[in-house]
C-alpha cells in the first residue's frame, strides 16, 4: 500500500487534496482485500490498535470514545424512551457498546455490509467488538438498505456509523437513504449520523442539512473533536420525527449572537453553516 512507507502510515485520499494525517507504525497486524474494502490493522506507537478501511482511519484505541459517545448518547439521550434501535455499519462495535449503556434499551441491531470488518474487530479491538455478544445484540450482515425497507416504522432511533462518501459508504449521504432512514422510524424516532468535517465537507454538509430539512421537522448539526481524523474535527447530524422533539437541548450553535466554544470556527464557515440551518 501507498500509504504505508518507512515504518509510517499516511491517509492519503482525494476526499482531503493537500493534506494527510500519519502515524508511526509498531507492526502490522492484519491486511487483506475483502469483498468490500482494503482491511488493515496495525499497532501505532501513540494511538494503539487502528483500523484502516480504504486507506482511512476509522478507529483508534486512544481515541474512539469521542466518536462513538458522541454518535451513541446524542440521540439516545435525547428520545424520551429509546427501546429499539438499529445501527447501520458500525462493525467494530464502539457504537453499540454506548447504545448498551442504556438500560432502556431492549434491542440493538447492527447492520454490517462486511463480515470481515466484525470478525477483524473481534480479534484486534475486542474493547469495541465484545459489545457484539452481548444478548440485546441482533447482527445482520448485508446491505442495510434492504433491511430497512423490510422494517419500516421498527426503530426508536437508527445510528449511521460510516465511512467516508467513498466506496460502500457513498450511499448512506444521499437523499435516497434518508427517505428510507425516516420510514424506519417510529413516529418519535430520531435519527444520527455521521456528518463530515466542516473544514472540508461543508458543501456536502450544507447539502445533506437542507434535503434533511424536507423529510424531517427538526434537524441539527453537531461538532466534535477527533484527533486521528481529517482536521480533527468531525459532525454528526442529527434528525427527528418528532415536532417536538428536543434535539436543540444537548446541542452547541455556532452563529453571531452566540458565545460557544463553536464560536472560535472561522467566520465563513460558521456564517454558510449557519444559514443552511435557517439563520440560528
Known amino acids: 500500500m501507498d500509504s504505508l512507507k518507512k515504518g509510517w502510515f499516511s491517509e492519503l485520499s482525494s476526499l482531503w487534496h493537500g493534506q494527510s494525517f500519519s502515524l508511526e507504525v509498531d507492526e ?9 474494502q482494503d482491511i488493515l490493522v496495525f499497532q501505532s506507537k501513540t494511538f494503539g490498535v487502528t483500523l484502516v478501511l480504504d486507506g482511512v482511519i476509522q478507529v483508534t484505541q486512544r481515541d474512539e470514545f469521542c466518536y462513538s459517545e458522541m454518535l451513541s448518547h446524542l440521540p439516545l439521550c435525547c428520545h424520551p424512551n429509546p427501546k429499539k434501535v438499529l445501527i447501520i455499519g458500525g462493525g467494530d462495535g464502539g457504537v453499540a457498546r454506548e447504545v448498551l449503556k442504556h438500560p432502556s434499551v431492549e434491542q440493538v441491531t447492527l447492520c454490517e455490509i462486511d463480515e470481515l470488518v466484525i470478525e477483524v474487530s473481534k480479534k484486534y ?5 465484545n459489545s457484539l455478544s ?11 438498505f434492504q433491511f430497512m425497507k423490510d422494517h419500516q416504522g421498527e426503530f426508536d432511533v437508527i445510528i449511521t456509523d460510516s465511512s467516508d ?3 460502500p459508504a457513498e450511499s448512506l449521504f444521499q437523499e435516497e437513504y434518508y427517505q428510507l432512514v425516516k420510514g424506519a422510524l417510529t413516529a418519535n424516532g430520531i435519527l444520527c449520523s455521521q456528518g463530515e468535517s466542516i473544514w472540508i465537507d461543508l458543501d456536502l ?16 448539526y453537531a461538532s466534535m473533536t477527533m484527533p486521528t481524523y481529517p482536521c480533527g474535527q468531525i459532525g454528526v447530524l442529527l434528525c427527528s420525527n418528532s415536532p417536538v422533539s428536543k434535539l436543540r437541548d444537548l446541542l452547541s450553535y455556532w452563529g453571531a449572537d452566540r458565545r460557544s466554544a463553536l464560536q472560535q470556527q472561522p467566520c465563513k464557515q460558521a456564517a454558510r453553516l449557519t444559514e443552511s440551518l435557517g439563520g440560528r
Open 28 to 36: 502490522i497486524l492484519f491486511q487483506e482485500k475483502s469483498k468490500f
Open 125 to 129: 479491538l475486542p474493547g469495541m467488538a
Open 205 to 220: 454538509i450544507v447539502k445533506m442539512r437542507r434535503f434533511s430539512q424536507k423529510l424531517f421537522p427538526v434537524v441539527e
Open 134 to 144: 452481548n444478548p440485546k445484540m441482533h447482527l445482520f450482515v448485508g446491505d442495510g
Open 165 to 167: 462518501p467513498l466506496g
